[in-house]
T-cell receptor, first 114, second 111 residues
């Protein structure tokens, strides 16, 4: 039982390149989300999904794209990387039978854009 | 728009001392969460507070929620070095699973 798995853990990109951060869960939770963490800013919500086929924007969605074709996977795409997207990205899942609203986080993906 | 404020943002304590971290939020919510993050690591769930007056305790940490005052506290009793970490509170937005996080409180416990 891996929980929430993010790949890659580290990535360096050049400005203008595109890439996809992967998030996979085996917790059978409906809700999945992406946050970015920057020093002194806490965590800010990028995009979220309440189930397969349903996505919506969070607080800071510009420059990112998501899709949710299965319950298990929620990839985050950077369309044209910019230095301002240098950050640590966390995938978080929640919901489930108990549905306390608690989120469970992946280990994070550290992205540097040069 | 829901805003979540934590204070202090930085806290340096001596071992054995007590202290409280405060989390204020701007709009009505009855769900609040506390997380811990060690340097370079992910966020670990500490407490889930689901109603007014909820109190949870785990070891030297105790969290409480006052929904009328829109305030949660995380109380540290007799701090030890192992408690050094960054602590985040997060508030549920609009009855969904969307959580809005505070900026975090970096706690350093010195011998």
């Amino acid at each position: 039982n891996a929980g929430v798995t993010q790949t890659p853990k580290f990535q360096v990109l050049k400005t203008g390149q595109s890439m996809t951060l992967q998030c996979a869960q085996d917790m059978n939770h409906e809700y999945m989300s992406w946050y970015r963490q920057d020093p002194g800013m806490g965590l800010r919500l990028i995009h979220y999904s309440v189930g397969a086929g349903i996505t919506d924007q969070g607080e800071v969605p510009n420059g990112y794209n998501v899709s949710r074709s299965t319950t298990e996977d929620f990839p985050l795409r950077l369309l044209s990387a910019a230095p301002s997207q240098t950050s640590v990205y966390f995938c978080a899942v929640g919901g489930g039978v108990r549905n306390t609203g608690e989120l469970f986080f992946g280990e994070g993906s550290r992205l540097t854009v040069l | 728009e829901l805003k979540v404020e934590q204070n202090p943002l930085f806290l340096s304590m001596q071992e054995g001392k007590n202290y409280t971290i405060y989390c204020n939020y701007s709009t009505t919510s009855d769900r609040l969460y506390w997380y811990r993050q060690d340097p370079g690591k992910s966020l670990e769930s500490l407490f889930v507070l689901l109603s007014n007056g909820a109190v949870k305790q785990e070891g030297r940490l105790m969290a409480s929620l006052d929904t009328k005052a829109r305030l949660s506290t995380l109380h540290i009793t007799a701090a030890v070095h192992d408690l050094s970490a960054t602590y985040f509170c997060a508030v549920n937005q609009g009855g969904s699973e969307k959580l809005v996080f505070g900026k975090g409180t970096k706690l350093t416990v010195n011998p």
